[in-house]
């Protein structure tokens, strides 16, 4: 484990709170946003609810959060059914008293020309990045109403924002609507004491962008690395726990004023007029 993920949270701010996080598991070995997320809920206090489409991945990071004591769950869903993300959204709900927090931190897209993205490409990735959060929010809503209480939360991109030098087109859309829903949920959740906001990292250093990013660039995976933090005005790629350290803040009553916004975890990429050519 790395001194970053050994970080633990100055207190227990999250104590007695349950956090369903969608997109719990890493995709390879290492960090990924969404387990490291998991992993300060829980130092923080919360019962964390690891929701991933693959068991092992979602085991892996309940395991871990065992290992150090903290209180978690693993389950498998994939957020594209629609009967098993309401199901596991309300058997969460039913069997803790109710979803303090949700976090969607789910992500599909496909590189290359978008000529290339077919109609089908597009619905399934839309599908996964969009409609999945809007059937996720609208569930846990009317309890978080109830409650008068709550924070929904979910990962965008900076390819929502601005291009990223190769196309990636159905991915960048759909996190770009992403923040816009997030701004609405927001608003219209107010009087309600909920509260929605976005996270949108940057060029971030997780064993998905090996899988998925590494073919657009030329000269394999460490030319790839070396070229991404040279886009980076701080110099460097982020970590998972860069963007988790915001999650636990934006989670947390530190952050009862915030809603309806984004916070960019970038190291200053969007504030530059870089192009991040990935050759």
């Given amino acids: 484990m ?49 929701v991933d489409r693959e068991p092992a991945a979602a085991q892996e990071t309940r395991d871990l959060i065992l290992q150090e004591g903290g209180s978690a769950e693993a389950v498998s869903v994939d957020v594209s059914n629609d009967d098993e993300l309401v199901a596991c959204l309300e058997a969460a709900g039913a069997a803790s008293g109710g979803i303090d927090i949700l976090y969607f931190n789910v992500g599909i897209g496909k590189a290359g020309p978008s000529t290339e993205t077919t109609v089908a490409d597009w619905r399934r990735i839309s599908d996964a990045n969009l409609t999945a959060l809007h059937l996720a929010a609208t569930t846990v809503v009317p309890a978080m109403r109830k409650r008068r209480r709550g924070v929904i939360l979910a990962t965008a991109s900076i390819a929502g924002l601005r291009d990223v030098g190769y196309p990636h087109l159905a991915y960048g859309a759909t996190k770009a609507a992403l923040i816009q829903y997030q701004r609405l949920l927001a608003v219209e959740n107010a009087p309600y004491g909920i509260r929605a906001n976005t996270i949108v990292p940057g060029l971030i250093d997780t064993p998905r962008i090996e899988k998925t990013v590494a073919g657009a660039y030329k000269g394999g995976l460490e030319r790839m690395k ?54």
């Fill in 2 to 50: 790395t001194t970053a993920a050994k970080a633990t949270p100055p207190d227990r701010e999250l104590e007695g709170r349950v956090a369903v996080v969608l997109g719990a598991g890493s995709i390879g070995a290492g960090w990924g946003i969404g387990k490291a997320i998991c992993m300060l809920y829980a130092r923080a206090g919360a019962h964390v609810v690891a």
């Fill in 226 to 279: 070396a070229v991404r933090a040279s886009q980076c005005p701080l110099g460097r790629m982020g970590t998972a726990f860069d963007v988790a350290e915001a999650a636990l803040f934006l989670a947390s009553d530190r952050a009862a004023y915030v809603t309806g916004t984004e916070l960019l975890i970038d190291g200053g990429l969007a504030a530059t007029a870089r192009g991040p050519a990935p050759g």
